[in-house]
């Protein structure tokens, strides 16, 4: 590729050639989907459209879903509604239901590709390598459906029950393994089939397959002598059929034949029935598309396009209702038509032997309705688009470096300026002379290249020059030259690119060493450099795009590597826009502005339009028809509306409104929803219900777009909220979506077209969780109202619980204290009356001794029993052991404490109060009645129990006392009241054991 970067190269000699090319648009290349596009394998044998627009495309090893842009494959792997075998080999749609022939029977699938049913054909001549093989699959105008297997026919009911099996051919491998070729299914129900042995015929009144010559058949005799594979009906009444050099159109309705001869022999055709009155051949001048019409005096045949897929192995073609061919070939699926008709190209040719490189456009020029073509080293073309027509100019000899054309300008009349690669030249196209300029210019003029050239509104004109020689200026109206060299004084860069004028008369540069700008300033007659704010000029640098706005006071221009430069002259300020804006990476080789204010860019992979005031980018890649890449020169024509692009000996036009208008809305499908990650299937009808931790939710769809589909964007919203990008790819996706009803809708635009109308999508719904619904906020109110009536129990209980200690402390302080204070009371005013001295007086005194040291006792007592810093057992064990051994060892009685760690063991102030008391009444009865001389006390804590023993050997009890005052009874009453077992073991001189059994209870 020549780059403006090195212009320095010398001017010879110059002459003129002159050649007429008429403008025959080369062919544009098909696309191909392959392996590596998804497809399951390269050998497709048949293709179908369904009624939603989707492509089914059956291969020797699977399944194919294709939508435009995606392809989904379907294949044999053992699951639940899987294919029974990969190898597909025909296929059939009906009844909203997809039929496709296997290598193990018929399998139904529903419309997602969900097999439900196979139906086996099992042969009456097994052959071990082809059994349960169905080679096809079809359906006649009665309803019923017909199978192929490698030795018979099967008539099939609309159930796929057999109705009957006709025997074509004992051995099935004798004709290739296959056993029927073509069908003819007419509108009356009557069909045809051609059988290795020849054609046969079949109607309801028939006795199994018949001959042609035999019955009712005979009409259909003119078959016999067809070619194999090649006939079918075409529109319903003409039954087509094609020879080595002919075409033959028999009309069922008038029983005549008509004949048209193909310009080209072959020896082998097959036949494709499409939509309507429309078939394509196959011979060997490749694939070729026909149209049966009527002119009022017969059938007329009109051939279309031709010549497509020379030397393929085509397996079928079909029509899409986009207008797109697609054909089923051994090497993948091929795609013919669509939007590869909106461009219209020229091929510029060369002299004999140059090179191709020769060829690459640095500039595209119009003067008029004329164009004008700079070439890397085949001087120039000048182009008619009205007529096709291109006439090629030779500013010098062969190998010339004055054939290497920068940039025109019109001088007047039928005259332009041409800036080649060694200097300024003249043409005159009139008498396509050329020359020198006949002016007083500067003699380097005519050794470097002229690198830019532009006349300014007071007809000046600027003139980069290569080699780092500046920049040099015309005034047309004194005919002087003047120099501004390369330097601080003159010219601030090396190589001048582009030059333009604003609005308001300033001339602004781009220059190949850096992205920053020039600006002639008129009142200090001096260049100056423009900074670009955000931009670093130092790694930046233009490239050759250039475009001057005057309407928007803007300058855009290419740059490398960052992309596309808007500088706003009004403010100074700039923006950036690169590959995170939408852009093709690579450099930008021209830019033009269209008559809406969208921008064309010649790209490194085709021509992008960009909208600046939306951020819409929109490429045109081969794809889409463009016939080469990349595209190096670009003019938009105001009066045409029409874009110019050039690529190496290429010219390319198009209509700008052709090109930017789509509005055939996309249908739009649901095609599979993920929760957590794994496919759910869809409800048959309602909504899909989810629950409370199914919220990261895929959704995918496909929008059917199958003339290009790979540019197709897309929008979604939920319940009618704002709509949020997508981009180009069809899957929406929620991470822990919050529980509620959803409304999801989507809607797809095409490359080049607006979006269309809402689609609803999927409406679903999530649960939340249950400590969010109400129920949960209900039962929540009831437990706490529970718990405060619980609260307020315990309260209650507590506070009766407090009322009946302070009554027993009551009882306790009236009984135990009050009793003793009476009586010593009455001891104290009997001594009192009676005289000093007397001995009853000294002994009250003693019994008051006696009775206040019981009342300290008692108080002890009952002080420990409320004090509940000893509701702890191990603190209350000690006490019950002092006791005891105080009031056994003064009886006289040896005691012996056995005692095991209490532990973290409680017991509240009654329960503490209430052992202490049956403690005690043991202990007293131990020391007042049991004559013992042992005692033993016991302590045992187990894991679920406490026991608590006195244990004598004294005399026992003769029987156990139930009288009222009886201690025993007391002890029962107390541990009854706690829910404690009390026993008393004894026997008459066996002595006594009395044990107390407390539930453990933890510490609260």
Same mark, same amino acid.
């Given at each position: 590729?020549?780059?403006?970067?090195?212009?320095?190269?010398?001017?010879?000699?110059?002459?003129?050639?002159?050649?007429?090319?008429?403008?025959?648009?080369?062919?544009?290349?098909?696309?191909?989907?392959?392996?590596?596009?998804?497809?399951?394998?390269?050998?497709?044998?048949?293709?179908?459209?369904?009624?939603?627009?989707?492509?089914?495309?059956?291969?020797?090893?699977?399944?194919?879903?294709?939508?435009?842009?995606?392809?989904?494959?379907?294949?044999?792997?053992?699951?639940?509604?899987?294919?029974?075998?990969?190898?597909?080999?025909?296929?059939?749609?009906?009844?909203?239901?997809?039929?496709?022939?296997?290598?193990?029977?018929?399998?139904?699938?529903?419309?997602?590709?969900?097999?439900?049913?196979?139906?086996?054909?099992?042969?009456?001549?097994?052959?071990?390598?082809?059994?349960?093989?169905? $080679?096809?699959?079809?359906?006649?105008?009665?309803?019923?459906?017909?199978?192929?297997?490698?030795?018979?026919? /099967?008539?099939?009911?609309?159930?796929?029950?057999?109705?009957?099996?006709?025997?074509?051919?004992?051995?099935?491998?004798?004709?290739?393994?296959?056993?029927?070729?073509?069908?003819?299914?007419?509108?009356?129900?009557?069909?045809?089939?051609?059988?290795?042995?020849?054609?046969?015929?079949?109607?309801?009144?028939?006795?199994?397959? +018949?001959?042609?010559?035999?019955?009712?058949?005979?009409?259909?005799?003119?078959?016999?002598?067809s070619c194999s594979g090649a006939c079918g009906l075409v529109g319903e009444h003409y039954i087509v059929t094609a020879g080595s050099d002919s075409v033959s159109v028999h009309d069922t309705r008038t029983a005549t034949t008509s004949a048209f001869p193909l310009t080209d022999r072959s020896e082998w055709t097959n036949l494709f029935v499409l939509q309507g009155h429309e078939f394509a051949l196959r011979r060997q001048e490749g694939l070729s598309f026909y149209t049966l019409g009527d002119d009022g005096h017969g059938v007329v045949l009109q051939p279309g396009l031709g010549g497509q897929l020379r030397g393929t192995n085509v397996n079928g073609v079909v029509q899409d209702d986009e207008g797109n061919y697609w054909v089923a070939t051994s090497d993948g699926l091929v795609k013919i038509g669509g939007g590869n008709q909106l461009f219209h190209n020229l091929q510029l040719h060369k002299r004999p032997g140059a090179y191709e490189d020769n060829m690459e456009v640095i500039e595209l020029f119009a003067?008029?309705?004329?164009?004008?073509?700079?070439?890397?080293?085949?001087?120039?073309? $000048?182009?008619?688009?009205?007529?096709?027509?291109? $006439?090629?100019?030779?500013?010098?000899?062969?190998?010339?470096?004055?054939?290497?054309?920068?940039?025109?300008?019109?001088?007047?009349?039928?005259?332009?300026?041409?800036?080649?690669?060694?200097?300024?030249?003249?043409?005159?196209?009139?008498?396509?002379?050329f020359g020198r300029l006949r002016l007083k210019y500067p003699e380097v003029m005519d050794s470097v290249a002229i690198t830019a050239l532009h006349e300014d509104s007071r007809h000046r004109v600027w003139i980069g020059l290569g080699r780092v020689k500046g920049v040099t200026l015309y005034d047309a109206a004194t005919g002087n030259f003047r120099m501004f060299p390369y330097g601080p004084e003159g010219y601030p860069f090396p190589y001048p690119l582009h030059a333009g004028e604003d609005a308001g008369g300033h001339v602004w540069f781009i220059s190949i060493a850096t992205g920053n700008l020039v600006k002639w300033d008129d009142r200090a007659e001096r260049f100056r450099v423009v900074e670009v704010p955000g931009l670093d000029a130092t790694v930046n640098q233009a490239h050759g795009s250039f475009l001057l706005d005057r309407e928007r006071d803007e300058i855009w221009y290419g740059i490398v590597p960052s992309?596309?430069?808007?500088?706003?002259?009004?403010?100074?300020?700039?923006?950036?826009?690169?590959?995170?804006?939408?852009?093709?990476?690579?450099?930008?080789?021209?830019?033009?502005?269209?008559? $809406?204010?969208?921008?064309?860019?010649?790209?490194?992979?085709?021509?992008?339009?960009?909208?600046?005031?939306?951020?819409?980018?929109?490429?045109?890649?081969?794809?889409?028809?463009?016939?080469?890449?990349?595209?190096?020169?670009?003019?938009?024509?105001?009066?045409?509306?029409?874009? /110019?692009?050039?690529?190496?000996?290429?010219?390319?036009w198009f209509n700008v409104p052709e090109q930017l208008t789509d509005d055939r809305p996309m249908r739009t499908w649901l095609t599979g929803v993920d929760v957590n990650g794994r496919p759910v299937r869809l409800p048959d009808n309602g909504p899909l219900s989810l629950g409370p931790n199914e919220g990261n939710i895929t959704v995918k769809f496909s929008a059917i777009n199958l003339t290009d589909g790979n540019g197709s964007h897309y929008q979604y919203r939920l319940n009618g909220g704002d709509w949020i990008d997508l981009g180009k790819q069809p899957v929406v996706r929620f991470a822990s979506i919050n529980a509620g009803k959803y409304g999801l809708e989507v809607r797809a635009a095409r490359k080049l077209g607006q979006y269309g109308p809402a689609c609803s999508l999927l409406d679903f719904s999530v649960r939340p969780r249950f400590t969010s619904t109400s129920w949960f906020y209900l039962l929540s109110l009831v437990v706490v109202l529970l718990l405060v009536w619980a609260w307020y129990r315990y309260r209650l209980r507590n506070i009766r619980k407090l009322e009946a200690m302070r009554a027993q402390i009551s009882r306790d302080l009236h009984d135990e204290i009050g009793s003793r204070l009476t009586n010593i009371n009455m001891m104290s005013q009997v001594i009192r009356q009676v005289p000093a001295g007397e001995g009853i007086g000294l002994g009250l005194l003693g019994r008051i001794q006696e009775e206040s040291e019981e009342i300290t006792q008692s108080m002890r007592e009952i002080i420990w029993s409320v004090d509940p810093a000893h509701d702890h057992l191990e603190l209350a064990l000690p006490r019950l052991l002092a006791f005891a051994t105080q009031l056994l +060892?003064?009886?006289?009685?040896?005691?012996?404490?056995?005692?095991?760690?209490?532990?973290?063991?409680?017991?509240?102030?009654?329960?503490?109060?209430?052992?202490?008391?049956?403690?005690?009444?043991?202990?007293?009865?131990?020391?007042?009645?049991?004559?013992?001389?042992?005692?033993?006390?016991?302590?045992?804590?187990?894991?679920?129990?406490?026991?608590? +023993?006195?244990?004598?050997?004294?005399?026992?009890?003769?029987?156990?006392?139930?009288?009222?005052?009886?201690?025993?009874?007391?002890?029962?009453?107390?541990?009854?009241?706690?829910?404690?077992?009390?026993?008393?073991?004894?026997?008459?001189?066996?002595?006594?054991?009395?044990?107390?059994?407390?539930?453990?209870?933890?510490?609260?």
């Open positions: 590729m020549v780059s403006r970067a090195l212009p320095h190269l010398f001017l010879p000699l110059a002459a003129l050639a002159s050649i007429v090319a008429q403008g025959q648009p080369p062919p544009v290349p098909p696309q191909r989907i392959s392996v590596e596009d998804g497809l399951s394998n390269p050998i497709v044998t048949d293709i179908r459209q369904d009624k939603r627009g989707f492509l089914w495309i059956a291969t020797l090893n699977g399944l194919n879903r294709y939508d435009g842009s995606g392809m989904v494959q379907f294949i044999a792997d053992g699951t639940e509604g899987s294919l029974p075998a990969n190898g597909i080999n025909d296929m059939l749609l009906a009844r909203d239901s997809l039929y496709a022939a296997t290598d193990r029977g018929i399998a139904v699938l529903d419309k997602n590709g969900y097999t439900s049913r196979v139906v086996h054909l099992w042969p009456t001549r097994d052959d071990g390598r082809r059994e349960g093989q169905v $080679q096809g699959v079809l359906r006649d105008a009665l309803g019923q459906f017909w199978a192929s297997t490698p030795t018979s026919i /099967y008539r099939l009911d609309s159930n796929l029950a057999v109705l009957d099996e006709f025997l074509t051919q004992a051995n099935p491998t004798a004709s290739l393994n296959q056993n029927l070729y073509r069908t003819i299914f007419l509108p009356n129900g009557e069909a045809l089939f051609q059988v290795p042995s020849g054609w046969r015929y079949w109607s309801p009144k028939s006795r199994g397959l +018949e001959q042609l010559e035999e019955g009712t058949g005979r009409k259909y005799r003119f078959l016999a002598g003067q008029g309705p004329r164009l004008f073509i700079g070439t890397a080293g085949e001087g120039l073309f $000048q182009v008619d688009p009205l007529t096709g027509k291109a $006439q090629h100019h030779f500013p010098g000899p062969a190998a010339s470096m004055v054939n290497i054309v920068w940039n025109f300008r019109t001088a007047g009349g039928d005259t332009l300026w041409v800036g080649t690669q060694q200097g300024l030249m003249y043409c005159a196209l009139g008498t396509h002379r992309g596309l430069v808007c500088y706003r002259i009004g403010d100074g300020s700039s923006r950036m826009y690169g590959t995170k804006a939408g852009l093709p990476p690579g450099r930008i080789h021209g830019i033009a502005k269209d008559g $809406q204010g969208r921008l064309w860019l010649c790209t490194g992979q085709g021509i992008t339009c960009f909208e600046p005031a939306t951020g819409i980018v929109v490429d045109f890649t081969p794809v889409d028809g463009l016939a080469a890449s990349p595209y190096t020169a670009l003019h938009y024509d105001r009066s045409t509306n029409r874009i /110019y692009a050039c690529a190496t000996g290429l010219l390319t +060892e003064a009886a006289g009685m040896e005691v012996r404490a056995e005692m095991d760690d209490a532990g973290n063991a409680e017991l509240d102030m009654a329960a503490r109060r209430d052992l202490f008391l049956i403690f005690k009444e043991a202990v007293n009865n131990a020391a007042k009645h049991s004559w013992a001389r042992n005692v033993v006390l016991r302590f045992k804590n187990g894991k679920k129990v406490m026991q608590l +023993e006195v244990e004598d050997d004294g005399a026992g009890m003769p029987s156990m006392p139930t009288g009222p005052g009886g201690g025993l009874r007391y002890m029962r009453e107390r541990a009854a009241r706690h829910g404690w077992d009390l026993t008393v073991e004894s026997r008459p001189g066996s002595g006594t054991m009395v044990r107390l059994t407390i539930p453990t209870r933890k510490p609260t």
